[in-house]
């Protein structure tokens, strides 16, 4: 559905930005309405976990969860007015980032409702990612063009392999991988929203470059359609910036697993439709050093009974040694924004 004055002759640019701006402004907008209303039901907030830094039990403790509403709906808003849905690019990311915020709803809910930090099996959160994924994957793939619907970019040496029958299998890794990423950088006021901004506004250039004959000048392959899925990712970005004002330090809301399951997922999708699943890795590379962190965490201590860090996902680490919330989500930020350029580095051809 476009909204007069844009159709879909009108430059995928312009509605890219015009959805950015809504979805900014609608967010600023109800943002505060939204946080009465979670509050008004969450009267105790989210629980917090007695395990972690005891100084979130003090400071963070009644703050409401599930703001990821936010994001998600002033997202599908402005994607619905702007973009073309009959596309399956389009249609498919909308279902993940639906899909994957229904299971983090659920998981939230529950948290809430039984104020128990613990809700939904990992078990069954891996149960929901992976079918949705699966099913994700499938139709990309078969909305892809056969010359490349399994070809994998490797960036700055600027070509591709044939990963045949494997590419699903990585493909529903990639998603389901990034969403758990995004979920274990989600505990500090701000962090995963500000690295979800710079990670979607990386997107929407490439998305944009991807879906235009422009891509063989910057040696990506080319996949018709794939920039309106700029789009989306415009829309993304603003709700994150307008969700960030109520979450950056001291939140007035938690995004939830609401929110950062859907994001991780919807920047999988994303990495997959235009081929750029290393460089998902790469400008996402902090949501990727939180998720190493935990797991050598694990692997340690089952190895050695110690821990090889003071606490992980690792931004729990440096609050450990001493530094304030505030130091490590700009430090953060800073080291996201440089393995941002680096990403765009690869667009320049030698």
């Not at 729990?316 to 130091?327: A, I, N, R, S, V």
Request: glycine letters at 8%; hydrophobic letters at 55%; charged letters at 10%.
């Amino acid at each position: 559905m476009l909204i007069p004055f844009f159709t879909t002759e009108t430059p995928v640019i312009l509605r890219a930005l015009a959805a950015f701006a809504l979805a900014l402004v609608l967010s600023l907008l109800f943002g505060g309405p939204l946080i009465k209303i979670l509050h008004h039901f969450q009267h105790r907030g989210q629980p917090i976990r007695t395990y972690g830094p005891q100084s979130h039990i003090i400071t963070k403790q009644g703050t409401p969860t599930m703001g990821g509403l936010l994001i998600i709906a002033t997202t599908l808003i402005s994607t619905l007015l702007f973009a073309n849905i009959s596309y399956h690019f389009v249609w498919v990311s909308l279902l993940v980032l639906v899909v994957y915020a229904c299971a983090g709803f659920i998981d939230d809910y529950i948290k809430v409702t039984k104020q128990t930090p613990d809700a939904l099996t990992a078990k069954a959160k891996l149960f929901f990612q992976f079918l949705t994924a699966v099913i994700a994957v499938t139709i990309i793939t078969a909305a892809t063009p056969t010359a490349s619907h399994t070809m994998l970019s490797i960036p700055y040496f600027k070509t591709a392999f044939n990963l045949s029958w494997l590419y699903i299998p990585f493909a529903v890794i990639v998603i389901s991988g990034a969403s758990n990423a995004v979920n274990l950088t989600d505990g500090l006021d701000g962090l995963a929203a500000g690295l979800s901004v710079m990670a979607f506004a990386f997107f929407t250039v490439f998305a944009l470059i991807v879906g235009s004959p422009l891509a063989a000048d910057f040696s990506l392959i080319y996949i018709p359609r794939a920039a309106e899925i700029s789009i989306i990712t415009a829309a993304i970005t603003g709700a994150c910036l307008g969700f960030l004002w109520f979450n950056a330090p001291k939140a007035k809301v938690f995004m939830g697993d609401t929110g950062s399951l859907a994001l991780g997922a919807l920047l999988g999708t994303i990495a997959v439709i235009i081929k750029q699943e290393i460089l998902l890795a790469i400008i996402g590379g902090v949501f990727v050093m939180e998720t190493l962190s935990v797991m050598i965490q694990v692997f340690w201590f089952r190895r050695t009974g110690k821990r090889f860090f003071r606490m992980a996902p690792i931004h729990h680490h440096f609050e450990q040694l001493g530094w304030k919330e505030t130091t490590i989500v700009l430090r953060f930020w800073l080291v996201g924004f440089i393995l941002s350029l680096i990403g765009l580095a690869s667009l320049i051809n030698a």
